[in-house]
């Protein structure tokens, strides 16, 4: 049996993987550890809670101490980090909360990894090591070259600081790679976008707001261009890429998916309109904003790498995954108002008396 330790399970892309894995593999231990911050909700997981294969930790990735234990009472075969603060407008207001979890936190997951997977005789077996990154590392590409894209090669050149934070993280795990000789891969991502995503990001918050004919606030001219991924794709990705990549190897991830924001946010418009039979939610509810401050114009993946060493291919066509997503918001109103509410606290405590067991439990 392949035992999975997932950080950041709770979240958006963790917790669809955390399912992807236990629809995907029978002989599987998945054990989901997070803190269980703002963006982090048990109830994307209500399905696997019974399910003996699965597991719930809360703990904190930068807690040397309770990851420690976690990892000596689990004995993962792979770790797999998810967990990080990932909003660019929130690390634009709060840096440091980035830099602790962010680096901090995850300079933390490879020492205590290091320290119970490192044999005496300097070996490390069969253990994995993935770091869960993002194309936003590499920086900008601009609009009037639509033929650069970024290569694992490309060098890492973030303007956010959350990028910042991601591209450090990266730093760390190459040279605890190259220094100690561990076990690590590092996959960089483009945008994901699906079901749990919270309502922060843009195609969830778009949604969200059209069903309730608020402004749909979009930053700059709108020309921003952001190569969009169906997170079910992701989460096969990382799990190829765990199971059969290089050790010490970086993979690109990405969608060949490559859209305007303004683009994105009219095709939410017309779906949203067409599916609620709405003709208030419509073109009119564009609110232009002053542009993010250090806005990237344009992140554009070169996911070749990926395709020709271990065959993956992105599956799902954005006009099918933003269908399927959509139709998942407009189906999942309570979810959406719930962690945006945060009742979604209460309501876990309230339906299990807990919000899942402590990390030294
Ligand atoms: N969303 C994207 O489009 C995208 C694209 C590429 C890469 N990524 C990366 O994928 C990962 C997951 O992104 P997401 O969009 O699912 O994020 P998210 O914000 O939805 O989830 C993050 C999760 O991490 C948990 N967490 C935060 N701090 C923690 C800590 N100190 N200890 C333990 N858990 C903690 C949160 O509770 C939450 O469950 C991140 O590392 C992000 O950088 C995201």
Request: hydrophobic letters at 40%; one cysteine or more; charged letters at 25%.
């Amino acid at each position: 049996m392949t035992c999975y330790l997932v950080t950041g399970g709770a979240g958006f892309i963790g917790s669809n993987f955390v399912l992807y894995l236990l629809r995907a593999h029978d002989d599987v231990r998945v054990v989901n550890v997070d803190a269980l911050t703002y963006a982090g909700n048990l109830e994307n997981l209500c399905s696997v809670e019974d399910d003996p294969r699965y597991a719930f930790l809360q703990a904190d990735i930068r807690d040397a101490e309770a990851m420690a234990a976690i990892i000596e009472a689990e004995r993962p075969d792979y770790v797999v980090n998810f967990a990080a603060e990932s909003h660019v407008d929130r690390s634009i207001e709060d840096p440091g909360i980035f830099e602790s979890t962010n680096v901090g936190g995850t300079v933390n997951l490879l020492n205590v990894c290091r320290a119970a997977w490192e044999a005496p005789d300097g070996g490390y077996g069969e253990h994995r090591y993935l770091q869960v990154s993002t194309d936003e590392a590499y920086g900008t590409l601009s609009l009037e070259e639509p033929d650069a894209f970024f290569a694992e090669t490309t060098p890492l050149a973030p303007h956010s600081p959350y990028s910042a934070s991601k591209a450090s993280a990266d730093l760390f795990v190459g040279a605890y790679g190259d220094t100690f000789g561990m076990p690590v891969l590092i996959t960089r991502c483009s945008n994901n976008y699906g079901p749990y995503q919270f309502p922060e990001k843009l195609i969830p918050l778009m949604i969200r707001n059209a069903v309730h004919h608020e402004a749909l606030p979009v930053y700059g001219d709108g020309l921003n261009v952001r190569d969009w991924l169906f997170v079910e794709d992701h989460c096969k990705a990382i799990d190829l890429v765990l199971r059969k990549g290089r050790l010490g190897e970086v993979y690109n991830v990405g969608g060949h998916n490559e859209r305007a924001n303004i683009d994105i946010v009219k095709t939410i418009i017309r779906l949203v309109s067409e599916r609620l039979g709405d003709p208030e939610i419509n073109d009119g509810l564009i609110t232009f904003v002053e542009d993010r401050k250090g806005h990237d114009r344009r992140y554009g993946i070169d996911a070749s790498k990926i395709g020709s060493e271990l065959g993956w291919r992105p599956e799902t066509t954005f006009e099918v995954g933003i269908e399927r997503t959509i139709d998942w918001y407009l189906a999942h109103a309570e979810w959406v108002e719930s962690v945006t509410s945060g009742a979604y606290q209460a309501y876990y405590e309230q339906m299990y008396g807990h919000r899942g067991a402590a990390a030294d439990a």
